[in-house]
């Protein structure tokens, strides 16, 4: 099994959606958690970390869920610019980093 | 405020060629890393150094490949000899810390023919 598996996609939405990603994880020791978006051609990019007790940054809130071991990713009012792919990153301690493979998003005019 | 900087931004070379990858972290961060991505696999961690000394080299796919962070400030990825498979981007990324977010570099895309 992965040590994190996400819903490659791609996801298509119509600009004003909402649109939500999840993101599991194998490993119940990880010790915490980032979502990356990562632009065509570009490196990624830290969205957000995701804290135990749930975090939003404006129209992104981020949620992790530590009995069932999954993160996820929620986007309101989607935008144009938010097309990208969503990485989720889970940290095992001591820089033990494992990437998921991305979640392609693209939201549609 | 400069980011992680690296070069060559772009390097085409013929198999069995030497191919040096530079990286400048973050001024600050501590820890230091390589990672290598490919439509197939993804992003894979090839190696990380935390205050200079490598730490996990685990991911280095075989002998071609040698990384060095002679100070704080610069790293090298070296692949000698380069091979087609070897094609991918390499990003350099950075963090203040163990377990800090990452800050990577633009990445250097690689085409060896």
């Known amino acids: 099994r992965k040590e994190v598996e996400q819903d490659p996609g791609p996801f298509n939405v119509p600009e004003g959606a909402t649109v939500a990603f999840n993101c599991t994880y194998s490993?119940?020791?990880?010790?915490?958690f980032f979502w990356y978006r990562q632009d065509c051609r570009k490196e990624p990019k830290l969205l957000m970390s995701?804290?135990?007790s749930g975090n939003e940054d404006g129209r992104f809130t981020a949620q992790l869920n530590r009995a069932s071991q999954y993160i996820s990713l929620l986007i309101r009012d989607s935008k144009l610019s938010d097309s990208a792919t969503y990485l989720c990153?889970?940290?095992?301690?001591?820089?033990?980093?494992?990437f998921g493979t991305g979640t392609r998003l693209t939201v549609i005019p | 405020d400069a980011g992680v900087i690296q070069s060559p931004r772009h390097e085409v070379t013929e198999m069995g060629q030497e191919v040096t990858l530079r990286c400048k972290p973050i001024?600050?961060?501590?820890?230091l890393f390589w990672y290598r991505q490919t439509m197939m696999r993804g992003l894979e961690l090839l190696i990380y150094?935390?205050?200079?000394?490598?730490?996990?080299d685990s991911g280095m796919p075989e002998d071609r490949f040698s990384a060095k962070m002679p100070n704080a400030s610069f790293s090298t990825l070296k692949i000698q000899p380069s091979e087609p498979r070897d094609s991918a981007v390499y990003f350099c990324?950075?963090?203040?810390?163990?377990?800090?977010?990452?800050?990577f570099g633009n990445g250097t895309r690689l085409t060896v023919t």
């Open positions: 990324a950075s963090s203040l810390g163990v377990d800090s977010p990452l800050h």
């Open positions: 490993n119940s020791a990880s010790q915490s």
């Open positions: 995701v804290y135990s």
């Open positions: 990153v889970v940290n095992r301690g001591a820089n033990n980093l494992f």
């Open positions: 001024s600050g961060h501590n820890s």
């Open positions: 150094f935390n205050n200079n000394v490598p730490i996990d």
